[in-house]
């Protein structure tokens, strides 16, 4: 059985070697069975290919007494092999429930690390991917989730890779009978209490004694549902170009006329690529139904934890949850037009300056009201420039006035002007690639 791991993971090591001849290839090590064998097999295949450097990493939660037993394993395993590991202690935000704070702070450490072109190796198995897909069976989740753990995705400015993820978990137990490779069981794997143990223990036991297949057709299932997840995404980008492209904005007439299960798709999607999160079943079809039924002259305004949609000239913009926010009491800066300066609605990195020359001291304020500017030899009222370049109400208030003396000499934010004789000009920072990053 062990040989059919070796294929495995000589195949995935070949394929990196192809992508990234030089590459560091870190191993996720937790000091458990199934990542020391990860890590026993990659130090076996990587002996073909000097130029890839290997490494391990240890993430140390501190959650239990026998994390530092957990630490100590991994460095006798690593030793042993002769491979360079790296520990990173974590303290947990609490932002939900223990395993999803433990496996944020994971990720957050195993993104850090990787620079362009490296890859790192987990050690998730078939019985892990069906473990998935009855515990986001029971969320209720889409195809998305359903299709389970992705065998290779991208992370930070690497890769994650799971190379065992079609192997039997008995292919991996077989791995380490002949080695003297230390390894350890997590204690907390045995706590009912915990979803993916119960699961584990008290639903797939069952299940393997009536189908001894039963890892492998739900692994299977999890394929087929990830195809039909790539087919969706695939039709949603098309949409998506089909209404312009633009993924934060979307014209409600031409959403509309997708089926109902197409807006959600390339709402969804839309989202997805925002990096915000999805509305809730509920929200979302609150959401279309006002669409359906909204006019010029109405308003659509739907919010969920991480996000909302807002419609607004027969556009749905979407956005972050904290991206309307109150007006900021009434301030005002110094500015020598040049030097980026922190306001209260963000770092400005443009620079304003007189085409007469010079470099007169300038007065930063929020917007008040009434203000206007001087643009083609006329004085336009503020207002009005803000609604012909289609500055949506909610991000009016993000506005901010340059003045020269009592005269407004160029409007800063989500709406960049300069008046007459004057001239805005970018950072001398190549690598701003906003003009105003802004706070929330």
């Not at 995705?153 to 080695?179: K, N, S, Y």
């Not at 999805?278 to 006002?290: A, I, N, V, Y």
């Not at 669409?291 to 607004?312: E, H, Y």
């Amino acid at each position: 059985m062990t040989s059919s791991l070796e294929a495995r993971i000589e195949n995935a090591m070949a394929a990196l070697h192809e992508r990234s001849p030089a590459a560091t290839l870190w191993v996720a090590l937790s000091g458990g069975r199934d990542s020391t064998c990860l890590l026993l097999l990659a130090a076996r295949a990587v002996r073909h290919y000097p130029d890839i450097t290997l490494r391990a990493v240890h993430v140390h939660h501190g959650l239990q007494p026998a994390a530092d037993t957990f630490v100590e394993t991994a460095r006798r395993a690593c030793r042993q092999l002769g491979i360079a590991l790296h520990i990173e202690r974590v303290t947990l935000e609490t932002r939900g429930g223990l395993e999803a704070d433990a496996r944020r702070a994971r990720y957050a450490v195993f993104e850090a690390l990787l620079s362009p072109g490296d890859t790192l190796w987990m050690a998730h198995h078939q019985k892990d991917q069906a473990e998935t897909l009855l515990y986001r069976l029971m969320r209720g989740s889409g195809v998305r989730g359903l299709a389970g753990i992705p065998s290779r995705r991208a992370l930070g400015e690497g890769w994650l890779e799971r190379p065992l993820l079609e192997a039997a978990r008995e292919e991996i137990d077989a791995c380490l009978v002949e080695t003297a490779i230390p390894w350890c069981d997590d204690p907390t794997n045995r706590d009912d209490l915990q979803d993916r143990n119960y699961l584990r223990h008290h639903v797939m036991t069952p299940l393997a004694g009536r189908w001894p297949a039963a890892a492998e057709q739900m692994a299977r299932s999890a394929a087929h549902l990830r195809e039909a997840d790539e087919l969706l995404q695939e039709l949603a980008e098309m949409d998506l170009a089909g209404l312009g492209g633009a993924v934060d904005r979307l014209p409600r007439a031409a959403l509309c006329e997708l089926s109902r299960a197409r807006q959600r798709l390339v709402i969804d999607t839309a989202l997805q690529r925002l990096g915000l999160a999805s509305p809730p079943r509920g929200r979302m079809e609150t959401l279309l139904d006002q669409l359906a039924r909204a006019g010029m002259d109405r308003q659509v305004q739907v919010a969920w934890p991480g996000g909302q949609a807002r419609l607004w000239r027969e556009t749905l913009f979407l956005l972050a949850e904290d991206e309307v926010t109150t007006p900021e009491p009434a301030w005002l800066l110094e500015w020598d037009g040049i030097t980026p300066i922190e306001t209260p609605l963000g770092t400005i990195r443009d620079q304003l300056q007189p085409l007469a020359g010079g470099h007169p001291t300038l007065i930063i304020t929020s917007r008040a009201g009434g203000e206007k500017l001087r643009l083609n030899g006329q004085r336009r009222p503020l207002k009005k420039l803000l609604q012909e370049h289609a500055v949506p109400p909610w991000q009016r208030h993000r506005i901010m006035l340059v003045w020269h003396g009592e005269m407004p000499v160029g409007v800063l934010g989500p709406l960049m002007l300069a008046a007459d004789d004057w001239a805005l000009g970018k950072s001398v920072d190549p690598d701003d690639s906003g003009r105003v990053d802004r706070k929330h």
